[in-house]
């Protein structure tokens, strides 16, 4: 089993930043892709942002330029910055981590962390 843990939610102003981050842990062989998708109420879960293992990156749409995912390989640990916070931004932060537990293509992992809630409000 896959552990996410995945701190940084919580209240922030229109227009500030936050900073989130997700560590993986477990019997993990490799990663493929690290990021972070949203559900608001009454919304579909969309995307946030992703990074595979070779550093490319997906940004949903409703993210544009205000953010920015990176990751630590070594640490099994993904971020993401968003700046410019909007109210509409405020959603569960679900943290996402597909990869391989062994070397066989047949034993892959798609690991969802428990969510934390961001709010953006004054």
């Known amino acids: 089993q896959v552990q996410l843990v995945e701190p940084g939610g919580g209240l922030v102003q229109p227009g500030g930043s936050l900073r989130l981050s997700c560590e993986a842990s477990g019997s993990i062989f490799t990663i493929v892709a690290m990021g972070w998708y949203r559900q608001a109420p009454g919304r579909q879960r969309e995307l946030v942002a992703t990074?595979?293992?070779?550093?490319?990156?997906n940004y949903g749409d409703s993210v544009g330029g205000r953010g920015t995912i990176s990751r630590d390989n070594s640490k099994k640990t993904v971020y993401l910055q968003m700046d410019s916070l909007k109210p509409e931004d405020t959603a569960v932060y679900y943290c996402?981590?597909?990869?391989?537990?062994?070397?066989?293509?047949?034993?892959?992992?798609?690991?969802w962390g428990r969510g934390t809630q961001v709010t953006v409000s004054s």
């Open positions: 996402n981590v597909r990869g391989y537990y062994s070397v066989s293509s047949f034993d892959s992992f798609d690991a």
């Open positions: 990074i595979n293992s070779g550093g490319a990156t």
